[in-house]
């Protein structure tokens, strides 16, 4: 004989759970900056540009220059000029005693020689040229002098921002309740 059984089935609980996150606003304000600078001091030093003009070469050409550059000059060519003279006087009275050689009489034509002879010319003034006057400029740049200056910055922060914070919710539903069924056996008659 089979004894009855129970049966018993069990069903769990469903729990329902939503969040919704916390909410945290932070608000600050700008810190306020200053900056101030000062004008530089600046010192400038400028120099008037100079210009040179050397003429002793135009007024050597124009008039002979100056007194003592003129003597000089003639002093210096002087001697060429003694010694071409007495080369050439040499050379005449050569000719004048060459009487082997001289078919004719030189004499005369050396006479006339001298006679219609242009003197030899001194260069007393120097030489022509564009590139007589010398120019020349000297420009010197300016000195200039910056000072350091300061520069000053203020920072004033604001130290406290604001914080504000919405907290979140946690919310529990039971959707479905736990449940336990017993089942009992269908009742037999035990007397038969």
Known sequence: MKLP??????QTANLGIRTEWGVRTIHSE??????????????AQSYKPVMTIDQSATWDAINGGRPEGLAKRLMSQTTSYVA?????????WRSIGDLANNKAN?????????ITRQRPALPVFGPASRLNT???FEVRKPDIEVKPWKVSIDVEPHQKPDIQFTPGKVRYTMERYPKVTVTPPPIVDLMV
């Open 106 to 114: 030189p004499i005369p034509d050396l006479a006339y020689a001298s």
């Open 84 to 92: 071409q003279y007495i080369a050439s006087v040499n050379e005449k």
């Open 5 to 10: 059984q129970l049966q018993i089935t069990s």
């Open 134 to 136: 010398k120019i020349s």
């Open 30 to 43: 700008r810190a306020e900056v200053e900056v101030h600078t000062d004008r530089p001091p600046t010192e």
